[in-house]
């Protein structure tokens, strides 16, 4: 699944699985609660790097500022649940 245009409301699940390769932070979190909180038109990738700044991720931080440079490491926040 191509999730680079996808909105957080077409996510095929009412658990959202959220997991970063790089930082090795995870969570779960409720599909319905996460809408409230962010809108059912957020975009699943803008999303799960916003997940994983509030879990404290400095890379995700810094590439959601702007502050990314090509080359530079990356959060690697996924969904393991989307294939
Ligand atoms: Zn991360």
Do not use: W
């Amino acid at each position: 699944m191509n999730d680079g245009v996808v909105p957080l409301r077409q996510y095929p699940s009412r658990r959202i699985t959220f997991a970063c390769r790089t930082c090795t932070r995870s969570g779960r979190y409720d599909k319905a609660t996460l809408m409230k909180r962010v809108g059912p038109d957020e975009g699943l990738v803008v999303l799960r790097l916003k997940i994983a700044m509030a879990l404290g991720c400095k890379l995700a931080r810094a590439t959601l500022a702007g502050e990314h440079t090509p080359g530079a490491a990356q959060c690697g926040a996924y969904y393991p649940g989307l294939r």
